[in-house]
């Protein structure tokens, strides 16, 4: 996939297998393609006072300002450095009949691709390096379980409007 916008919310009977991939920290993930608005260069970001060091600040993307959180930083694995091909993924969050655009820092995006409900498991409650609640479930992909993201979890908005002190 080329940087640069991509739109990818695209109604189908197929869309609910449909997954983005990207590495983040080295490590392959996905998130449901529907979650994801678009996918956005890597652009500068400005910081917000009082903010988790997770929350990178905020950027403009079409007009919107939408806050951005590093990943990686969020998941306590350390911090995404950025590269080439660094890039933002805009997810469609809603709470409370709310929507917001919130962003999410990637190394870069890998494919989108179908991932069959037959080939999802329940995640495990041990064994990973990230929080059990950030995993919604394991996918099987090219032959590997990858985590697919609970973005609900990992962008609650109660959590990163906490300020940090």
């Known amino acids: 996939m080329n ?9 189908t009977s197929e869309a609910q297998d449909q997954y983005l ?3 983040a920290g080295g490590v392959l993930y996905a998130v449901e393609a ?8 890597y652009s500068s970001v400005t910081k917000v006072p009082m903010m988790h060091p997770y929350v990178k600040g905020v950027t403009n993307i079409r007009g919107n300002i939408v806050p951005v959180v590093d990943l990686i930083n969020r998941f306590g694995l350390g911090e995404t450095q950025i590269g080439d091909k ?10 409370n009949d709310q929507k917001m655009e919130i962003g999410m820092m990637i190394d870069e995006v890998y494919a989108v691709d179908k991932i069959p409900q037959s080939n999802l498991k ?3 409650e041990f064994g990973s390096k990230i929080e059990a609640r950030y995993i919604l479930n394991m996918g099987k992909y090219n032959n590997k379980y990858i985590a697919i993201l609970n973005t609900d979890a ?6 990163l409007s906490k300020l940090f002190v």
């Open 122 to 124: 329940k995640s495990p």
């Open 3 to 11: 940087k640069g916008e991509n739109r990818l919310n695209g109604e």
């Open 154 to 159: 990992i962008l609650n908005i109660d959590e």
């Open 21 to 23: 991939l990207f590495l």
């Open 34 to 41: 529907l979650k994801a608005q678009e996918i956005v260069e």
């Open 86 to 95: 660094t890039s933002i993924v805009v997810i469609n969050y809603e709470k």
